[in-house]
């Protein structure tokens, strides 16, 4: 103990500034990962005793399910966690910016859905069991009332606008495992950073970009990006999207995860996908990861969708009145051609099956985390 104590003082002692600092948080990392190991052996060594002391015959493959995305322990998730604490002592429970104005959608999805029953609760932040707590210490409600003063309450709607850990995980650890290896990652409306903070640390990605128009936001993931010593392979742009073009021409991998539907009118938004479309089109094998589905933004945007095949016989279509074509100028068909193309989306993307099973997991999945899991859409450009 004596000479590891003396080799590690005279290891600090070789460290100074951002070197001793970012040193700091592996140690700690890695003890806790040691830690959490030995734990686990103790655990399985304590269940084999137990297995053969309580039954005489071969149950050597009772975990054959057992997957290989551990939810809790390691250096990674240790550093994933401080980030989060981190992000919790800097932001209100809601997570919103100070000057953002979020307008729920109008689409069937969220009829029903208002100002007085929606809760904005950010998912990378906090589980349902720290939702729970919170509703525990008052800080929270999970239902409102209809009359004020009586007993008639409905249950208030939670929405969060980052993806989750077990989310994140999933993308990176499983979805992804295989296609992000020195590619660059873009994260349209970067918000938070939570897809750049767990994609620098589940995945080999050469780059992760994060593009975000809120000044407030911008702001505070260049802060946990240099606190956390992330800058090496994290860039933050702040910026329209629109007027970063390049950006998509060189992404390999695009994350957007409800991006669009709280934050722009369906004008905007359509002007969004079309700006993706044209800088995404030419881009053959480029992965676009949406939350929710690409098919309801894009149908909340007012793209028409291509109709589900019929098995009817061809049927003659009208022809257009005269003149309808020559009468429209060019940029209104350059318009209405993209427009077209992208709410035809099998035109230009091919969707990748996205399998939920739980069983990626070490650990136990929560039914509702699973539904979580199902929100994930992969495509690719083809």
């Not at 689409?107 to 609760?121: L, Q, R």
């Not at 990006?225 to 970063?244: A, G, S, Y």
């Not at 004008?267 to 993706?276: G, N």
Request: include cysteine.
């Amino acid at each position: 103990m004596d000479k590891a104590k003396d080799a590690f003082l005279e290891l600090l002692a070789t460290l100074e500034g951002d070197e001793l600092l970012s040193f700091e948080t592996f140690v700690g990392a890695a003890i806790e990962e040691r830690l959490e190991m030995m734990r686990k052996e103790q655990e399985e060594q304590q269940e084999e005793h137990e297995h053969h002391a309580g039954c005489s015959h071969d149950h050597a493959h009772d975990r054959q399910n057992v997957g290989s995305v551990a939810r809790s322990g390691g250096a990674k998730i240790f550093r994933l966690n401080k980030i989060i604490q981190d992000l919790k002592e800097r932001l209100p429970i809601n997570a919103e910016a100070p000057s953002e104005d979020i307008t729920i959608p109008s689409s069937e999805e969220f009829e029903g859905y208002s100002k007085d029953n929606v809760v904005h609760v950010d998912g990378f932040l906090y589980t349902e069991d720290d939702v729970d707590g919170l509703c525990d210490e008052g800080k929270l409600s999970r239902n409102y009332c209809l009359k004020c003063g009586s007993k008639d309450t409905k249950p208030l709607n939670f929405i969060s606008h980052s993806a989750s850990v077990v989310q994140l995980q999933f993308l990176f650890q499983v979805l992804l495992k295989d296609k992000s290896k020195n590619k660059v990652v873009l994260d349209v409306g970067s918000r938070l950073g939570a897809v750049l903070y767990a994609g620098y640390l589940f995945t080999d990605a050469s780059k992760l970009i994060g593009v975000e128009m809120n000044d407030y936001f911008c702001k505070l993931q260049t802060d946990m990006v240099r606190k956390h010593r992330l800058q090496d392979r994290i860039q933050i742009v702040h910026d329209n999207l629109l007027n970063r073009e390049s950006l998509l021409q060189g992404a390999d991998i695009v994350i957007m995860n409800n991006v669009f539907q709280f934050f722009c009118p369906a004008p905007v938004q359509r002007q969004l996908w079309e700006f993706l479309y044209t800088n995404l089109r030419n881009r053959k094998g480029a992965i676009l990861v949406t939350i929710p589905s690409l098919q309801d933004q894009l149908k909340d945007a007012g793209f028409v969708l291509p109709a589900k095949k019929s098995k009817n016989k061809k049927r003659k279509v009208p022809a257009k009145p005269p003149g309808v074509v020559a009468a429209a100028s060019n940029n209104e068909t350059m318009s209405d051609d993209i427009s077209s193309s992208v709410g035809n989306w099998p035109s230009w993307l091919r969707e990748i099956e996205v399998k939920v099973t739980g069983e990626e997991f070490v650990e136990d999945i929560m039914e509702d985390e699973l539904e979580e899991l199902k929100l994930i859409h992969v495509y690719e450009v083809i």
